[in-house]
């Protein structure tokens, strides 16, 4: 298991000074964004801990998805090794 960090940067642009977010959740999940303001960016943060569960288990959800087509291209005999035989 991982752990939860963070890590806030500000950055100098054009038009002012923005944020740059990098979070990590427990599963190890990164994401990196701009926010404006440090409430924003701390508000981001937390936000992004408390999905993290939702997250995990929509991933969870994707993944077993795929793989119930990819057993149904094999059944169908449309999956030719890594290929599918549709070209």
């Not at 100098?12 to 926010?35: H, N």
């Not at 993290?52 to 169908?76: F, P, V, Y």
Request: one cysteine or more; proline letters at 1%.
């Amino acid at each position: 298991m991982c752990k939860r960090n963070y890590k806030v940067t500000p950055k100098e642009f054009s038009f002012g000074t923005s944020y740059q977010v990098e979070v990590w959740d427990e599963y190890g999940d990164y994401v990196e964004v701009y926010e404006n303001t440090r409430i924003s960016a701390s508000n981001f943060i937390l936000n992004w801990w408390e999905n993290s569960d939702k997250r995990k288990k929509q991933k969870e959800l994707e993944k077993k998805t795929i793989q119930k087509l990819i057993k149904l291209d094999e059944q169908g005999k449309i999956l030719k090794g890594n290929r599918d035989g549709l070209d």
